[in-house]
């Protein structure tokens, strides 16, 4: 596939960049700053870009705000963010809309590599990624009026797992059930978080994120 990296630790952004090559993607550019990867963007049409959240110029959340730019004028091109740490607040902003294309991994996801080149054809492939850590915190919540600690234990697995990009078939193999008992497990959790059926959002990001505000 056709990559943008952008970051300004030159040190990982062309360790990246080695890597990627190595496995036989294009890097088409490896850029270190927001305005460097808007541009690049609009000037080479990658089939993914994977953005660090934090860069130049202000060095806060400008790569994030770049990714959403891009969500909105480059709805072809797969984003992929990479952060130091878990931020509910990035996640929500980042996941809140259309997810299709989309993932959230903590850089030090990037170690292992054979899941992040699995990641980034998921994203290529109108997937949804986010990092197991950002799922686990997201769901490890505390007030009892969450709808999330309705959950069972199979239930807020399965979670997990949907979160994460998995298929059903995926999931069921992962936990040795049936096929039949995982769509059961998700359709007791589409009730218990109160997601209608509609064709405007995707329930199984939506499951996650539904209280991120709370």
Known sequence: MRLILADDAVLLREGLAVLLREAGHEVVAAVGDAPALIEAVGAHRPDVAVVDVR???????????????IREDRPGVGVLVLSQYVDKTYAAQLLSGETGGLGYLLKDRVSEVAEFLESLERVRAGGTVIDPEVVRQLLARTTHTDPLRTL???ESEVLRRLAQGYTNAAIAA????SLSTVEKHINAIFDKLD??????????????LRYLDG
């Open 55 to 69: 860069m130049p110029p202000d060095h806060t959340d400008d790569g994030l705000r770049a990714a959403l730019r």
């Open 152 to 154: 069972t234990g199979r």
């Open 174 to 177: 992962g936990m040795h059930v």
């Open 195 to 208: 997601l209608p059926a509609t064709p405007a959002y995707s329930r199984r990001v939506l499951a996650i």
